[in-house]
């Protein structure tokens, strides 16, 4: 069945070092990915998006790399904050145009000053 | 602020009772979704709404329904509440033609 995990539940860095989050997903159909930060109390928040026909897409400060060899999709966060420090969700369209979305179980993220 | 309001934030009842939870999306968004967030499910899809209509079915429980009204809000209805349905409950919206989903800021169901 669909389903969208991630390798690391937890990840502590030191503040001004890079992050790599990761994510393998199963469903070779889903043509959209998602990354979401949600910080404690709050709902997830749109960090970066990336469509199947593409392998890297930039944002301010994070980046997100898809390969679709080994079902695998990456988040990496540059010069990493304190403010950085949440929980962090993959996810996956698998429903088309219906924009039905497969959540991953989360990484917590902990940047240490 | 993602302009996704939810209502109410903290919502404590019983087992076996009826609960409403609703949403109002961001202006101009036509699509509403909810989700369920426990600690050992993570974030799962319930159900989609497209401008009154039901759009996409995910993993709800025949107890639970819910319905879009004309001017857009929604409301998630659980019926016979059991211990299990304790969870986060997330809507979110989002625009014509757009897969980004916007959160409400949730609501927190306690079922005792």
């Not at chain 2, 799962?44 to 004309?70: C, D, V, W």
């Not at chain 2, 211990?83 to 989002?94: I, N, P, Q």
């Amino acid at each position: 069945g669909e389903s969208v995990g991630l390798h690391l539940p937890t990840l502590s860095v030191q503040e001004g070092d890079n992050s790599i989050i990761n994510c393998a997903y199963s469903n070779s159909a889903s043509d959209y990915f998602i990354w979401y930060k949600q910080e404690s109390g709050k709902g997830p928040q749109f960090i970066i998006d990336i469509r199947s026909n593409m392998d890297k897409r930039q944002g301010q400060r994070v980046t997100v790399l898809l390969n679709k060899t080994v079902k695998h999709l990456s988040l990496q966060i540059a010069a990493t904050q304190p403010g950085d420090s949440a929980v962090y969700f993959c996810a996956e369209n698998s429903g088309g145009s219906n924009y039905k979305l497969t959540f991953g179980k989360g990484t917590l993220l902990t940047v240490n000053p | 602020d993602s302009g996704v309001t939810q209502t109410p934030k903290h919502l404590i009842t019983a087992t076996g009772q009826r609960v409403t939870l609703r949403c109002s999306p961001r202006s101009g968004d036509l699509s509403v979704y909810w989700y369920q967030q426990s600690l050992d499910q993570g974030l799962q899809f319930l159900i989609q709404y497209y401008n009154g209509e039901e759009r996409a079915k995910g993993n709800i429980l025949e107890r639970f329904s819910a319905q879009q009204f004309p001017d857009l809000h929604s409301e998630l209805n659980l019926s016979s509440l059991e211990l299990g349905d304790s969870a986060l409950y997330f809507c979110a919206s989002s625009g014509p033609g757009s897969v980004e989903q916007f959160f409400g800021p949730g609501t927190r169901l306690t079922v005792l």
